[in-house]
Nanobody, 122 residues
């Protein structure tokens, strides 16, 4: 049984930083951070392969966000720097047990947390 619990959201001014945390339990091949902005489709912004330690980022966050995992393997972080108003939204931690999940879309990520809100003001 996989369980995911996010924390660390909040409000920040443009240019600022936030770090999201996802407490994970259970085995999964990939952990990802998803973002849902009002009126927009949910997107996968960062993905971490738990075996390869490979990472993938969406073009919208590349160079500004970093996904990582602690040594114990029970927490996945999303460090968000140089935040922009368009980064605002609900952020969800998600996990997949499917092979090749690093490159798969949202449908492969069946386990999700409850989400944490990020608001970036201009």
């Amino acid at each position: 049984q996989v369980q995911l619990v996010e924390s660390g959201g909040g409000s920040v001014q443009a240019g600022g930083s936030l770090r999201l945390s996802c407490a994970v339990s259970g085995y999964m091949h990939c952990v990802a951070w998803l973002r849902q902005a009002p009126g927009k489709a949910r997107e996968k912004v960062a993905t971490f392969g738990t075996t390869s330690h490979d990472t993938i980022y969406s073009d919208s966050v590349k160079g500004r966000f970093t996904i990582s995992r602690n040594n114990a393997g029970n927490t996945v972080y999303l460090q968000m720097n140089y935040l922009r108003p368009e980064d605002s939204g609900m952020y969800y931690c998600a996990a997949s047990g499917r092979a090749g999940c690093l490159y798969k879309g949202l449908d492969a990520y069946g386990w999700r947390g409850q989400g944490t809100q990020v608001t970036v003001s201009s």
